[in-house]
């Protein structure tokens, strides 16, 4: 199973970026995807995660400005990032609960993590 991500990039505060994170590989099945982000000197932090049912949540910072959503195949999830803030400056990393095909249950996987820098 790998997740690959990609969207990040640099852009002014008040811009908007998209991330994506695609998930192949031998899967049965999908319980939960999302990102996380982490800055320097920080803990890495759940920004947003998306479950097969279609439930969302958020961290507080970035309620009402980002959108966590799943295409229909449900393996590639979008961050749409709007009004973007320098205190969003971090790498930031996929994340998804994954029952990969022949194994008992789900495992946590993670993506490669991008860059996103919010800066003037």
């Known amino acids: 199973v790998q997740l690959q991500a990609s969207g990040g990039g640099l852009v002014q505060p008040g811009g908007s970026l998209r991330l994506s994170c695609a998930a192949s590989g031998s899967i049965t099945s999908i319980s939960t995807m999302g990102w996380y982000r982490q800055a320097p000197g920080k803990q890495r932090e759940l920004v947003a995660a998306i479950t097969g049912g279609g439930r969302t949540n958020y961290v507080d910072s970035a309620e009402g400005r980002f959108t966590i959503s799943g295409d229909n195949a449900w393996n590639t999830v979008f961050l749409q990032m709007n009004n973007l803030k320098p205190e969003d400056t971090a790498v930031y990393f996929c994340?998804?609960?994954?029952?990969?095909?022949?194994?008992?249950?789900?495992?946590?996987?993670w993506g490669q993590g991008t860059q996103v820098t919010v800066s003037s």
């Open positions: 994340n998804g609960l994954i029952w990969r095909r022949g194994s008992p249950g789900f495992t946590n996987y």
